[in-house]
């Protein structure tokens, strides 16, 4: 489903749905990203005792992350939240790109892919159930309109909306396909799966998978 430029004007400013913690880092580090060349797709936080911040980004110009591009964001958002200080204790930081199977979190991206699959999960059941699948048929800030696997039609509030994220299907794959480069000699072109960057922890062999970037409180700083 093609955008006119008039509705990508519309949705330029379009920022992920967020609560508590994760809408305060969130419109902490948007601007930084913004200036960067970059948007927000997402952030998450999981663990408790030693956090991770997951910060999930796109392009703005709509191609595809590489490693260099999450290092880049990586240092740029690490400097924010070291200023801004979300946690008492040390934490970590990972940076991603968002991948074919996104997570629907903005209002532009339910439109950018208006007709492919997704699943959506509700915060509270919404016609006697929680989770849902079928074809994106419409979406607005309000609300999403799906043609589900059995047939049927269903608007949901987006407010209601605990999390929801397109299925990898063919169709889904054709369309978000980038060109391969003409140039033989070109640096490979990074490849459809999300891009995730960890800093190397000290001391890590060849093979090891990398640590996340620890970051620590003010006080601990020297």
């Known amino acids: ?28 580090i948007a601007p930084t990203l913004g200036a960067m060349g970059y948007e927000l797709v997402r ?32 240092h740029a958002v690490g400097a924010v939240l070291d200023v801004d200080d979300p946690f008492p204790g040390v934490w970590n930081l990972e940076v991603s790109s968002a991948g074919i199977d996104r997570p629907l979190m903005r209002t532009k991206d339910w ?8 699943t959506v999960e509700m915060t509270i059941p919404h016609e006697g159930r929680r989770r849902f699948r079928g074809r994106i048929l419409s979406a607005d800030e ?11 039609e269903v608007v949901l509030p ?18 978000t396909a980038q060109p391969e480069p003409d140039d033989a000699g070109t640096e490979e072109a990074p490849k459809k799966a999300p891009r995730r960057w960890r800093a190397p922890a000290t001391g890590t062999q060849d093979g090891e998978k990398p640590a996340r970037t620890p970051r620590r409180p003010p006080s601990e700083r020297n």
């Not at 952030?43 to 110009?61: K, N």
């Not at 309000?142 to 049927?152: F, S, Y």
Request: proline content about 2%; overall charge negative.
């Open 43 to 74: 952030v998450q936080i999981q663990g408790r005792e030693r956090p991770t911040v997951q910060v999930m980004a796109d392009r703005a110009d709509g191609s595809l992350i590489g490693v260099g591009d999450c290092e880049a964001i990586s």
């Open 111 to 118: 439109v950018r892919f208006a007709s492919h699959v997704a």
């Open 1 to 28: 489903m093609a955008l006119t430029g008039r509705l990508f004007s519309f949705l330029s400013d379009d920022l992920p749905q967020h609560e508590g913690l994760e809408a305060r880092i969130a419109a902490a």
């Open 158 to 175: 987006r407010r209601d909306i605990r999390r929801a994220k397109l299925v990898l299907t063919d169709e889904l794959i054709a369309a």
């Open 142 to 152: 309000n609300e999403v309109r799906l043609k589900l696997d059995e047939g049927a």
